[in-house]
C-alpha cells in the first residue's frame, strides 16, 4: 500500500506552518525572509502560494512513476515502496536532467555552492519509513494537508468533491497526470491558477524515452549485421582482383 | 608552421585561451549560479546545447567517412580519413572537457560507468560517447604506430579495423539519435517546432548531413592553412551526397511538421517562429537551393558556401532545441554570460592548436603507409612494405 499526501485548497488558511515543519525536518533554515518567497528552491521544498485569500501548496509530487527517477543517468533518483521518491546525493553527478525532464520543474539545484547537489522534497522518507506522517502532515493546524495510504486519500478526495456542492474544480489533481502521483490536491480555484498544468499527459512520460530505448539491441545486432555485410559485398571485388592477380603469373 | 612569428590567428587562440582560462577559474570557484546564467528555471544553456549537443553533431563527419570508406569501399576518400578521425576524436574529447565544466561534481563524471540506470537515455549516451571516443583513440592509433614504427602493432590495428569501424558506426548511430531522445521527454516543454517523436531520426540524419558538410568544409580549410586539399572530383561527390541526405531531411522534416500541424503555429509569429523559420533557411532551404544549381556544385567555392550555410543551419537546430524550444516553458529567456562564452571559444580555440600540432608533427595528411595485413611473411615483420597510392 503506497503512502500519500492529500492537500485541501478549500481548509488552508496559509499559516505556513508546513513551510516551516519542512524547513525544520530537513534542517533548513527558516525566517520571516525566507517564508515571504513565493517560490521553491534549494532552501525551500515546499511553499504555500497565496492568490487573494486562496492557497495552494508546491511540493514535489512524488510521482507513481518518477520522470526525474527514470532520467537519472546514474540511478540517483528511486521511487521507494511506501511511494517517496528519494534522492541519493552520493551518487548524483550533476546533469540537471532531473530539473529539465520533471514535468512539474519541481527539483532545485543548489547554485551558489562549489559542489551542489539537487533539492527537493523526498516526502519524508525516513519518517514514512518508521510509520510516522510526513513533518507538514504532522505540523497542519487545520487538515489541509493529510497523509494516509493513496487510495484511501483518492477516496475520500472523490467523496469530498461530491459532497462539496460545486465548492470544488470537480478534479483531484494527481490522480492521473502523468501516471498518477502520491500528492494529490483539491482546490476551488482552477489548479492552473497556481501553475499546474492540467493539460499535461496521463501517461506515465519514462514510456516516451523507454519506447525508443527498447529498440536499441534490436538496431545494434541488425545493423552490425547488415554493416558487415555490406562490407563484405563492397570489398568483395578487390578480393576477387587480389587472387586473379596472383594467379595470373602461375598460369602464364 | 608552429614556430615563428605572431600572426593575426595565433593572437586571437592567445586571447581566447587566456580568457578562456580565467573563465575557468571563476567557474570552480565560484560555481555554477556566479559563473554561468543557468537557473532552476533553466538548467540547461550553452555548454550542453552548444558544447555538447553541436560539439557530438559537429564530430559526425568521423563515422560517415569511415563507413564509406572502409566498408563501402569508397576508396578514393581514403586520404581524407586521418584528419577526419582526428576531428572527431578531438570533437568528442572537448565535448568531454566541456561536460567536466557542466556537471556540478564533474569529478563524478565516471559514475555512470558503474551506477547504471539503462531507462535512461543520458546513461546510453554516456556509454555510447566512452565508447566511442575509445573506438576513436585505436582508429587514430594507426597515427602514432606508424609515426613511432611500430609496425608490429599497426599490423594488429589493422586487423581490428573493420570490426571497429563496424562497432563507431553502431555507436554513432545510436547516440546521435539519442541526442534527439533526450528531449523526447519534455512533450510539455519543448515547443511543438521541434518537439517530435521523430526526434532521434531528424537527429540521426542531420548528423550525416553534418558530416559531410563538415568534410567539405574541412578540407577547404586544409586547403588553405596546411596547402593540403583534396581533389575536387572528390568534394563535388561529397556535395552530390550532401543534397540528396538534405533533401531527405527536409522531406522528413516537413513531413512530420504537416502531420503534427505544427506550421499553423507560424501565422502567431514571436521569437520561436523566427528562429525557426532561420533555422529551415539555413539547414534546408539555402543550401539545398545552392546544391541544385550545377555551377554551384561544380565549383569549390559553391560547395564550401553550402556546407557552412548547412553547419549553420544545424547548429541553429540544436540551439532551437536546446536553448529557443524551451524558454516559452520555462518563463524566462536565456542569453548565457560572458564566461559561459568565453570557456566554449576557448575549448573551440584548444581543439584547433592541437589539430595544428597535430598536423606538425604527425601523418596525418599525405600518404598513408600501407601494410599488408594477410601477405606479410614473418620474415620481413618490422620493414614496411610500401604499396603505390595507385592500388588504392
Known amino acids: 500500500m503506497t503512502k500519500g499526501i492529500l492537500y485541501d485548497a478549500t481548509l488552508c488558511i496559509g499559516c505556513k506552518s508546513c513551510e516551516k515543519g519542512c524547513a525544520d525536518h530537513n534542517g533548513l533554515p527558516y525566517d520571516d525572509s525566507i517564508a515571504a518567497e513565493q517560490k521553491q528552491s534549494d532552501h525551500k521544498y515546499t511553499v504555500v502560494l497565496a492568490q487573494n485569500d486562496k492557497f495552494m501548496r508546491r511540493l514535489c509530487m512524488n510521482c507513481q512513476d518518477p520522470t526525474c527517477a527514470s532520467v537519472c543517468p546514474v540511478g540517483a533518483i528511486r521511487k521507494s515502496t511506501l511511494g517517496p521518491v528519494i534522492y541519493e546525493a552520493s551518487r548524483c553527478i550533476g546533469c540537471r536532467y532531473c530539473m529539465l525532464a520533471c514535468p512539474f520543474s519541481v527539483p532545485k539545484y543548489e547554485w551558489d555552492k562549489t559542489w551542489p547537489l539537487v533539492r527537493k522534497c523526498n516526502m519524508c522518507a525516513n519518517r514514512v519509513d518508521n510509520g510516522l506522517p ?52 483539491l482546490s476551488s480555484v482552477p489548479f492552473e491558477n497556481f501553475g499546474y498544468k492540467t493539460d499535461i499527459s496521463t501517461e506515465a512520460l519514462p514510456l516516451l524515452t523507454y519506447r525508443v530505448l527498447s529498440h536499441i539491441p534490436d538496431v545494434v545486432t541488425v545493423g552490425a549485421v547488415a554493416l558487415g555485410g555490406i562490407w563484405w559485398l563492397c570489398n568483395r571485388k578487390d578480393e576477387v582482383a587480389a587472387a586473379e592477380g596472383r594467379q595470373a603469373p602461375g598460369k602464364a | ?235 563535388k561527390a561529397l556535395g552530390r551526397t550532401l543534397l540528396v541526405v538534405l533533401s531527405v531531411y527536409t522531406v522528413v522534416r516537413f513531413q512530420d511538421l504537416i502531420h503534427r500541424g505544427a506550421l499553423s503555429l507560424l501565422s502567431k509569429g514571436g521569437w520561436e517562429a523566427g528562429l525557426f523559420v532561420l533555422e529551415i533557411l539555413l539547414c534546408s532551404a539555402l543550401p539545398i537551393g545552392l546544391l541544385l544549381i550545377p555551377k554551384v556544385r561544380e565549383n569549390p567555392k559553391g560547395l564550401y558556401l553550402a556546407a557552412v550555410l548547412c553547419l549553420l543551419g544545424f547548429v541553429t537546430n540544436r ?54 595485413t594477410l601477405a606479410v611473411p614473418e620474415t620481413v615483420r618490422g620493414e614496411v612494405p610500401e604499396l603505390s597510392n595507385a592500388q588504392y
Open chain 1, 134 to 185: 510526513t513533518a507538514c502532515a504532522e505540523v497542519c493546524p487545520t487538515g489541509a494537508t493529510k497523509f494516509g495510504d493513496r487510495d484511501e486519500l483518492i477516496a475520500e478526495a472523490k467523496d469530498r468533491i461530491a459532497k462539496g456542492r460545486g465548492q470544488y474544480v470537480n478534479h483531484v489533481y494527481g490522480l492521473e497526470e502523468v501516471g498518477g502521483t502520491s500528492v494529490l490536491l
Open chain 2, 319 to 372: 540551439m532551437n532545441v536546446a536553448i529557443t524550444g524551451m524558454e516559452a516553458a520555462a518563463g524566462q529567456q536565456y542569453f548565457p554570460k560572458w564566461t559561459e562564452i568565453a570557456v566554449t571559444l576557448a575549448i573551440i580555440g584548444s581543439g584547433f592548436l592541437v589539430f595544428a600540432i597535430a598536423v606538425r608533427y604527425l601523418p596525418i595528411f599525405g600518404r598513408e603507409v600501407e601494410y599488408q
Open chain 2, 1 to 235: 608552421m608552429l614556430k615563428g612569428k605572431i600572426t593575426f590567428w595565433r593572437l586571437v587562440l592567445a586571447i581566447l585561451l587566456v580568457v578562456g582560462a580565467y573563465a575557468t577559474v571563476l567557474r570552480f570557484t565560484r560555481g555554477l549560479g556566479a559563473s554561468t546564467r543557468l537557473s532552476d528555471a533553466f538548467p540547461w544553456g550553452l555548454w550542453i546545447g552548444f558544447d555538447v549537443m553541436c560539439g557530438v553533431m559537429l564530430a559526425a563527419g568521423g563515422f560517415t567517412l569511415t563507413a564509406a570508406v572502409y566498408l563501402f569501399n569508397l576508396k578514393r576518400f581514403k586520404p581524407i580519413v586521418r584528419p577526419t578521425v582526428l576531428t572527431a576524436f578531438l570533437g568528442y574529447t572537448l565535448v568531454v572537457v566541456a561536460l567536466l565544466f557542466d556537471l556540478g561534481r564533474g569529478y563524478r563524471i565516471w559514475h555512470p560507468l558503474v551506477m547504471w540506470n539503462p531507462r535512461s537515455v543520458m546513461f546510453e549516451v554516456a556509454w555510447c560517447v566512452t565508447l566511442y571516443t575509445t573506438v576513436l583513440s585505436l582508429e587514430f592509433a594507426g597515427v602514432l604506430f606508424e609515426r613511432f614504427h611500430l609496425y608490429k602493432l599497426l599490423r594488429i590495428q589493422k586487423m581490428f579495423l573493420i570490426p571497429l569501424v563496424i562497432a563507431g558506426v553502431m555507436l554513432s548511430t545510436l547516440h546521435q539519435s539519442s541526442l534527439g531522445s533526450m528531449y523526447l521527454i519534455v512533450p510539455n516543454k519543448l515547443h511543438p517546432f521541434w518537439y517530435t517523436p521523430l526526434l532521434p531520426v531528424l537527429f540521426f540524419l542531420s548528423a550525416i548531413c553534418v558530416g559531410l558538410a563538415m568534410i567539405i568544409f574541412e578540407s577547404s580549410l586544409s586547403s588553405k592553412h596546411f596547402g593540403k586539399q583534396l581533389e575536387l572530383p572528390l568534394i
